[in-house]
């Protein structure tokens, strides 16, 4: 019976594609407000900022990340456990061992990041530490390291960055049209604005549901990966389990990097409603069911 392992070539290709898509409604969004403003500059503007912001967010994540969370670095003394299963883990799965970094915050959570395998960091919480069994424990940082063996940093950031910068441009337009834009008087200009309108509106939440469903491929993929990385899918499975029991929200949980957690770190109160829509993780259930099915 296939598992999500033996799926993994598939789910890369699927993910790839959703961000090739993603880079198309990007270059179709800018040509249409190129159109309605009349200035093809426009366009190229687009996409030079557009990869220069890649470039720069992917340059220096790492040090973003850690300082919109709050973490700070490991010691082998005062946090023996966490570095010893991370340069363990590393080893078994030939990477480079990462950095390690701990959040003080009772909530438990985890996640990885950096540019690429050489400068990566793998962060987690006091509250994850306390309350997982050391099984646990090397499950939740294999499914980290899983994401740094897969290159899943550049592809975070790179979506990130598109997302924001979709939004961005969409309320520009939207902002140039109570100026006045360009001359609707003929029934084609009239159409094309009507056009750059309904696209500055909807390019934001279209951006946004890529965004997660590339995301949530991942997560799986990770899972997977990492199970594999242990050869105890239980494990994972257990950690996912007391994680989602515990709800607390992360002191210090955003919007922005949500979708690095290997959980979703607003707690119960990002479960609620419309919420469930824009979660940036799978369920959990569905989560520990895969795990739970692959013949290792």
Known sequence: MATLYTNQTKNVRTTWALLALFLVVVIGVGWVFAQVWGEPLILYGAIIFAILMNVASYWWSDKIVLKLTGARAASRERDWAVVTTVENLAITAGLPAPRVYIIDDPAPNAFATGRDAKHAVVAVTTGLVASLENEELEGVIAHELAHIG??????STVVVVLVGFLAIL???????????????????????????????????????????????????????????????????????????????????????????????????????????????????????AALRGMDI
């Open 150 to 155: 897969n290159r899943d940093m550049l592809l």
């Open 170 to 288: 969409s309320d520009m337009f939207l902002r140039s049209m109570s100026y006045g834009g360009r001359d609707s008087d003929s029934k084609a200009g009239g159409a094309l604005v009507l056009v750059g309108v309904v696209l500055a509106l909807l390019s934001p939440l279209i951006g946004t549901l890529i965004q997660l469903a590339i995301s949530r491929r991942r997560e799986f993929l990770a899972d997977a990966s990492g199970a594999l990385l242990t050869r105890y899918p239980e494990g994972l499975a257990r950690a996912l389990e007391k994680i989602s029991a515990q709800n607390q929200p992360m002191r210090r949980a955003s919007n922005a990097t949500a979708h690095l957690f290997i959980a979703n770190p607003f707690g119960a109160a990002g479960l609620k409603g419309m919420h469930k829509l824009f979660l940036t993780h799978p369920p959990v259930a569905e989560r520990t």
